[in-house]
């Protein structure tokens, strides 16, 4: 049986190339998104960067072409479906079938759960859980008419392993969902070779989190390594779920906390 295996991979097997990709980042305006379009724009990815905030698209779009990527400005509402499905045509139009998806929009809800207002809820769900199947799907869509391979990694939080309480059970819920979304999808999905993993990244410096830290004052003091980790310490995972190395990676979800979780003190 080994002898139909390839055996020319390279040593290490660790390529993070993505010359010839094209990606779609969600929530591209500020925090993970950011970073993400930045480093997939890095390794040769073709980036289409979506968004509500205009203006910060198109000035992380121009920062992105002066420095040798290609990246282009896409406005996206999450909780509009036809939005979502439009971001996917105008990214394949503008620079070729979408192979990377990041799902990683996301929003909290900050409410202790009976004093949710249903507006509130609605869309907590909607850009939290219903825009990311509505992209994998029609990513994936696109990809099996071609029949392409695909990267889509999802972001979802260490919130899905525990929650203390603190107002944000919503949240913790759609995290949850999204962690078996990847699971569900990575099956589906298998035998055209579209990969779905996701990522449970914990208190990051981002600024979702600025609001949090100055509602609970510094978290630092509570942590195992006394530090909040920022979003560049995140890069690794994700060239290694949508680069080359990680071909047999699918239906992963990778805890990346900096040790917040741990409970034990010695």
């Known amino acids: ?3 139909n295996q390839p055996q020319d991979f390279p040593l290490p097997n660790a390529s993070t190339d993505l010359s010839g990709s094209v990606a779609v980042v969600t929530g591209a305006s500020s925090g993970f998104g950011k970073r993400f379009a930045r480093v997939l724009a890095s390794q040769g990815a073709k980036v289409a960067l979506c968004a509500r ?3 910060r698209l198109e000035a992380l779009a121009e920062e992105i072409n002066a420095n040798g990527g290609k990246a282009i400005a896409i406005p996206m509402d999450a909780t509009d479906a036809d939005a979502l499905v439009n971001a996917v045509e105008a990214a394949e139009k503008k620079l070729g079938l979408v192979d990377i998806l990041i799902n990683n929009a996301g929003i909290p809800d900050a409410q202790r759960a009976h004093k949710m207002e249903l507006e509130l809820i609605d ?3 909607g850009v939290n859980l219903r825009a990311p199947w509505i992209l994998s799907c029609e990513v994936a869509r696109r990809l099996l ?3 392409k391979p695909g990267r889509i990694v999802n972001i979802s939080s260490t919130a899905h392993y525990r929650y203390d309480g603190g107002g944000a059970a919503l949240y913790a819920t759609t995290k949850t969902a999204l962690a078996r979304m990847t699971e569900t999808l990575s099956v589906e999905w298998a035998y055209a070779n579209i990969n779905v993993n996701a990522i449970c990244p914990g208190m990051f410096v981002t600024e ?5 830290f100055e509602r609970i004052g510094d978290p630092r003091p509570m942590l195992a390594r006394k530090r909040v980790p920022v979003p560049a310490e995140l890069d690794s995972t994700l060239l290694y779920l949508v680069g080359p190395a990680s071909e047999c990676v699918t239906g992963a979800v990778i805890k990346v906390d900096d040790g917040q979780s741990a409970r ?3």
């Open 1 to 3: 049986m080994s002898d």
């Open 53 to 55: 905030r205009v203006d």
């Open 123 to 125: 869309r907590v769900l």
């Open 145 to 147: 008419a071609a029949k």
């Open 208 to 212: 979702m989190t600025d609001g949090m």
């Open 264 to 266: 034990m003190r010695m």
